[in-house]
């Protein structure tokens, strides 16, 4: 994955009406585990992980990522939001060169609104630091929750293609430009 460019980071913690997204903590480690061997979870993105490989795997203390949120509930990690320049070792070839939006939410904070808002508040973000950057995410198609929230969010499909052994929903989000 490259950097996403001149980008201020971490930026200034982003609080939306009940959220915060913040820079990760090692207080979030034990989240991060749960959140990647969640079968619910892996469901649609190859599968939980298992938790004595991510106890070795993951770091005491989180590598700081341009484009990594952490999305914290009221001081506790319920989920994470990434903004990611794809290079070409990603494996969804119409990603590549650029940014990607990603989300994971822990199963007991789905159907709350949380990854929207969440997930709005990083695109408003990223739209401030770079303001003409379109924006790109891949999904499942049997994962009708995230395609539906990739069209509130304002991404339009433009393709569909085999990868990773299922279909997958292909969408873009264009710069919002000011109106006069």
Not at 46 to 51: I, S
Not at 61 to 76: E, M, Q, S, T
Not at 102 to 116: D, K, N, Q, R, V
Request: glycine share 10%.
């Amino acid at each position: 994955m490259a950097d996403l460019g001149p980008v201020t980071w971490p930026p200034a913690p982003i609080r939306t009406e009940r959220l915060v997204l913040r820079a990760p903590e090692p207080r979030d480690r034990a989240a991060v585990i749960e959140l990647n061997a969640s079968p619910e979870v892996g469901a649609f993105i190859g599968g939980p992980r298992p938790r004595d490989e991510l106890e070795l795997a993951i770091p005491k203390v989180p590598r700081r990522r341009p484009g990594g949120f952490v999305v914290d509930l009221d001081g506790a990690m319920i989920g994470i939001v990434t903004l990611e320049r794809r290079d070409a070792e990603y494996g969804v070839r119409p990603a590549v060169g650029k940014v990607e939006l990603g989300y994971l939410f822990l199963p007991e904070s789905w159907g709350h609104g949380y990854a929207a808002e969440s997930c709005a508040a990083a695109l408003e973000w990223l739209a401030g630091e770079l303001p003409d950057e379109p924006v790109v995410l891949a999904t499942q198609t049997a994962n009708g929750r995230s395609v539906r929230l990739a069209m509130k969010l304002g991404f339009t499909e433009v393709e569909r293609f085999e990868a990773y052994g299922a279909e997958q929903w292909f969408g873009v989000r264009s710069p919002v430009t000011p109106s006069d």
